[in-house]
């Protein structure tokens, strides 16, 4: 295709004498100099509030509404890009009456919002992804709509589009999804975080009730950002039975665990078998105070500060001991020995004296007790048994605290401990061995 030179050289004729016509028009200075004295108007009333507004002249530390007058103390900087939009805004409206044109105005004006939404982006939004999309979506699409060219693009964005069947998916719909998705869902989430927070301080219902209405409110708030979705994009709702089929294929096939885990959580809610706080111990022995209970998977909490995810699928199929179910008492044994020139008859109630001394010993469901074991080759077997109500953790080490009374009482009352004779190990069996020689 051979360029025309004759028809550009006639358009930029054309443009020049508009540019002309502007440059010599009472109107185009009028605009100029409207738009250099809102500008100084504007950096005047900004100096002017940094310095009388006492939130604005200096970082407020206290009071009942610190924490919105800091905010608005970090917008300092926010202040002057906003008196001049609303200046402009103002004189644009004068220009239009007294002029009979605004163009000028107009422009500056827009040129001073999208100079503040680039301030205010970079102001508050911190995350690099949403800051990043602001950036390159929002402004162009706040420049195409201040100029006058967003009908265009949208047009434009339309007409781009992937066409199979009666399935259409337009450029222009694929950024309306990411923009109102993002939108939607995270103001789900920070709403889903508000509502769940509220619930779990409701002390007067049970904890597990709580938990399930949490989790009811996470489940109901997704589904309903996501049909809204569907309705802000205009996609036909019908669609979600075609959809529904294509996850039930997916859950046959690939899904099924993920379903199991999913309906296991549900069970767990439901039958209250476990809830927040129980101390689990699992089937390979690992242990832990339970945090959450979430969807697809719950969270134990060690006592070295370590987080197990178990699915929860292995709390419906596996052995699992609850120690807190419906009793948070557990009762505990410390064995201990004495050698045989101690009256014995002297023993347990020394040793069941000192262990209600200890913090944490309970009187009920039963009193401590000290029984005599067994008797040995060297020494003779204890065991001092007592109830407490909790875990013998890193927190309450109950076992250890007992293992100091019962060494403080009979060193108090003179009485010796013997340390339990050795097992005696066998490389083979001694019978076996007996056979072998026969």
Known sequence: MMIDLETYKAMAQSWLQILLGWLSSPQFYAQVGAILACWLLARILARTLLARVGFLREEPSEGRLAKILRTLYSCRDLVQPLLLVFALAVVAQIADQTLGSSFLVRAAQSVALITLLHSAINRFLKHPLVNAGARWIGLPAAAAYAFGYMPSVVSGLDHTALEAGNLRISLLTIIKAAAFGGALFWLGRVSSRAGQSVIRKQESVDIQTRELAAKGLDLFVGCFAGLLLLNLLGIDLSILAVFSGAVGVGLGFGLQQIASNFMSGLIILLERSLKVGDFIELEDGRSGHLK???????????????????????????????????????????????????????????????????????????????????????????????????????????????????????????????????????????????????
């Open 292 to 438: 959450e209970i979430n969807m697809r998977q719950s969270r134990l909490g060690t006592f070295d500060g370590k987080d197990i995810m178990v699915p929860n699928d292995r709390f419906i199929t596996t052995r699992v001991i609850n120690w807190t179910h419906a009793d948070p008492r557990q009762r505990y044994e410390v064995p201990f020995t004495v050698t045989y020139d101690t009256d014995l008859h002297s023993v347990p109630p020394l040793i069941v004296k000192a262990l209600l001394k200890i913090k944490g010993v309970l009187r009920a469901p039963e009193m401590p007790e000290c029984a005599l074991k067994s008797f040995g080759e060297t020494s003779v077997a204890f065991t001092a048994k007592f109830w407490v109500e909790g875990i013998d953790d890193g927190v309450n080490s109950y076992t250890s605290d007992a293992l100091f009374a019962v060494w403080d009482a009979l060193k108090e009352a003179g009485i010796a401990m013997k340390a339990p004779p050795p097992k005696i190990q066998y490389a083979t069996a001694p019978v076996a061995a007996k056979k072998a020689k026969a």
